[in-house]
């Protein structure tokens, strides 16, 4: 059977945007792209984080050969009403059906698609980017001026691209000025703490207990991500911690995540 219960029929949607409105409550309409595939799919992994089985997280799809095509083959080239399936079609189909049920007060375009959004074309350009921009002038037609758009941006991607060595690109910066993108969406998961079991952890030196609220605010613009980082996964187990220095330019704010 389909996981999670499989896709909400569009009248069980229309029947809540109906009641939401009913009761006067504002709404975000999010479409949220769930991976049911077989865990040996060979499904390329970006993020190097290794398998999850056979549920993977979306940031995981990412181009198989040359991005530009890829990417257009992903995202499709269907009109509205258009019958192609791609994931154009399937926002556009959701946008318009946002638009019969009377509207709604934001709309997400798409949300975590890291393996996407970071490829480059031989150009050195996003293609992902440019679709995404392109989506938002279609949804934009659809909903009308008084619909806030925007992308859900994974809380490691929303700031930019980082390369590697040294190398960093504003890539999603683009999507963020565009005319038809109304604010910065990120789906926020950032690590706020590094606490773990026993007493014998530097957290647990520094605080005591991870129910210390001034211990929880701290981390919000600090701790992992903001101060420091590991710099592998035999770090992260001895708690080697590496400052988030930018020796070349001053601006250690470009590698933080959490900033």
């Given at each position: 059977r389909p996981a999670y219960g499989g896709t909400p029929s569009d009248a069980s949607v229309r029947r809540?945007?109906?009641?939401?409105?009913a009761r006067g409550l504002a709404t975000v309409f999010y479409p949220f792209v769930m991976m049911d595939i077989p865990a040996d799919a060979g499904l390329p992994d970006p993020s190097g984080e290794g398998e999850q089985g056979a549920y993977p997280w979306r940031g995981r799809i990412?181009?198989?050969?040359?991005?530009?095509?890829?990417?257009?083959?992903?995202?499709?080239s269907a009109a509205p009403g258009g019958s192609e399936w791609s994931y154009r079609r399937?926002?556009?189909?959701?946008?318009?059906?946002?638009a019969d049920a009377g509207g709604v007060g934001a709309f997400i375009i798409g949300?975590?698609?890291?393996?996407?959004?970071?490829?480059?074309?031989?150009?050195?350009?996003?293609?992902?980017?440019?679709?995404?921009k392109e989506l938002a002038a279609d949804v934009r037609a659809i909903l009308g001026p008084h619909t806030k758009i925007s992308y859900a941006a994974?809380?490691?991607?929303?700031?930019?691209h980082d390369r590697g060595a040294g190398r960093f690109a504003?890539?999603?910066?683009?999507?963020?000025?565009?005319a038809n993108i109304d604010f910065i969406g990120i789906d926020m998961y950032a690590p706020l703490t590094d606490?773990?079991?026993?007493?014998?952890?530097?957290?647990?030196?520094?605080?005591?207990?991870?129910?210390?609220?001034?211990?929880?605010?701290?981390?919000?613009?600090?701790?992992?991500?903001?101060?420091w980082y590991y710099a592998s996964e035999e770090d992260r187990a001895l708690q080697i911690r590496s400052p988030i220095t930018d020796g070349a330019y001053g601006k250690p704010w470009l590698w933080r995540a959490k900033d």
């Open positions: 809540a945007l109906a009641d939401m409105k990412a181009p198989a050969g040359e991005a530009a095509a890829d990417v257009a083959s992903f995202f499709g399937m926002v556009l189909h959701y946008a318009q059906l946002c949300s975590e698609l890291r393996g996407l959004t970071q490829a480059r074309d031989g150009a050195g350009s996003y293609p992902a980017v440019t679709a995404l994974d809380w490691s991607e929303y700031r930019g504003f890539h999603l910066d683009p999507l963020w000025a565009d606490w773990r079991d026993g007493d014998a952890h530097l957290d647990a030196q520094e605080w005591g207990s991870i129910y210390d609220l001034d211990y929880l605010r701290s981390r919000i613009a600090g701790g992992e991500d903001y101060d």
